[in-house]
């Protein structure tokens, strides 16, 4: 949490830091907004039920633009507050909106068709709480211009995918519902000269519950030290 909780000026802050994660890009190419499927806005979802947790509001509809990476390449995913706006002098996410990040793939026959309601979903990154040093996974946006990189898995079979980027914000979270979803999906075709399985998957919606301890949680109480990520596993290093 890096800054100390002032109660009486925490709720204030609450209501002005929604953020969308908008841009991506691979090493030292920026691909912008081109794959992106921008929600209508930067206000999160708050039902883990909703057919809107796998991709956003709107997020079924595919966009023209498409990703291209090689397996095995790095890739990034950015968050900011508002639309187009790439300051690093601006938090990606603020109003003590702490949360942890993750990011998870899906194979599709179609990246600019396909549902991501639909899909099966891996996790291939994740920062929650590293209670040494009071860091959560949106910390590392904020400390790192909204962005957030991983390797795209190099056993992965060559094809098209979406790529979902996803942070929770866990500020009013002890209390049922209360837990902000943030995500957005970017469509990516993925070249891989291997033919390697594709890793288990889960559903979203369906893989998260809102009694899970890493969505309904007190991150305010004293003592707080230890966080479970919600979801499943980060897939095994095997994959990379």
């Not at 966009?63 to 968050?79: I, N």
């Not at 209390?175 to 070249?191: I, P």
Request: charged share 15%; glycine share 12%.
């Amino acid at each position: 949490m890096k800054s100390v909780l002032v109660a009486a000026g925490v709720l204030a802050q609450y209501a002005a830091a929604h953020s969308i994660f908008q841009q991506a890009g691979s090493g030292s190419k920026d691909f912008g907004t081109t794959c992106v499927r921008m929600p209508p806005n930067n206000n999160p979802v708050t039902s883990v039920g909703s057919q809107d947790l796998a991709c956003n509001v709107g997020g079924s509809k595919g966009v023209q633009g498409l990703c291209e990476v090689k397996a095995g390449d790095p890739f990034y995913v950015e968050m900011h507050a508002q639309p187009n706006d790439r300051s690093c002098s601006n938090q990606a996410i603020g109003g003590n909106h702490f949360g942890p990040v993750m990011v998870y793939m899906a194979k599709v026959s179609d990246a600019k068709t396909a549902s991501g309601a639909s899909a099966s979903w891996f996790k291939v990154d994740e920062f929650g709480y590293d209670a040494a040093t009071k860091t959560w996974g949106t910390d590392t946006l904020n400390s790192n211009c909204g962005k957030r990189s991983f390797k795209i898995p190099s056993k992965i079979p060559a094809g098209d995918y979406l790529v979902r980027a996803e942070a929770i914000a866990l500020h009013t979270a002890g209390q049922s519902g209360g837990a902000q979803f943030y995500m957005s999906c970017y469509q990516v075709r993925v070249s891989s000269s291997g033919g390697g399985q594709l890793p288990a998957g889960v559903s979203l919606p369906g893989a998260y519950k809102a009694s899970d301890p890493g969505i309904l949680v007190d991150i305010w109480k004293n003592g707080f030290s230890q966080y479970t990520i919600p979801g499943p596993r980060k897939i095994d290093q095997s994959y990379f």
